[in-house]
């Protein structure tokens, strides 16, 4: 089992930034994907950044430009930075990670798909 902690967020400044950390631990043998996606009241679940094994991202529309995804691989961590913030980025923001684990009694090797508790961001205006 992989579980993912996600301190941080708060209230931001228009125009301010963040940064959101998310830390996996467990049973990890392998991680081939990290991501932050995103919620905001009524709307759907979007993406918000994503950083494969590689190390090639992909960005959210909405956040291109503005958005920082990396990763400390020796701390099976990663990293979300925001810049120019705007009332429209306020949701709930949370993290993910795919990859692969052990089962917890066979041993046997098992994909998983883990995600962290969300961590709510406001943006003021």
């Known amino acids: 089992q992989v579980q993912l902690v996600e301190p941080g967020g708060g209230l931001v400044q228009a125009g301010g930034s963040l940064k959101l950390s998310c830390a996996a631990s467990?049973?990890?043998?392998?991680?081939?994907?990290m991501g932050w996606y995103r919620q905001a009241p009524g709307k759907q679940r979007e993406l918000v950044a994503v950083?494969?094994?590689?190390?090639?991202?992909d960005y959210g529309v909405s956040v291109k430009g503005r958005s920082t995804i990396s990763r400390d691989t020796s701390k099976n961590t990663h990293y979300l930075q925001m810049i120019s913030l705007k009332p429209e980025d306020t949701a709930d923001y949370y993290c993910?990670?795919?990859?692969?684990?052990?089962?917890?009694?066979?041993?046997?090797?098992?994909?998983?798909?883990?995600w962290g508790q969300g961590t709510q961001v406001t943006v003021s205006s």
């Open positions: 950083i494969s094994a590689d190390g090639s991202t």
């Open positions: 993910n990670v795919k990859g692969a684990t052990a089962h917890r009694v066979w041993g046997s090797v098992e994909p998983f798909d883990s």
């Open positions: 467990g049973s990890i043998i392998s991680i081939n994907v």
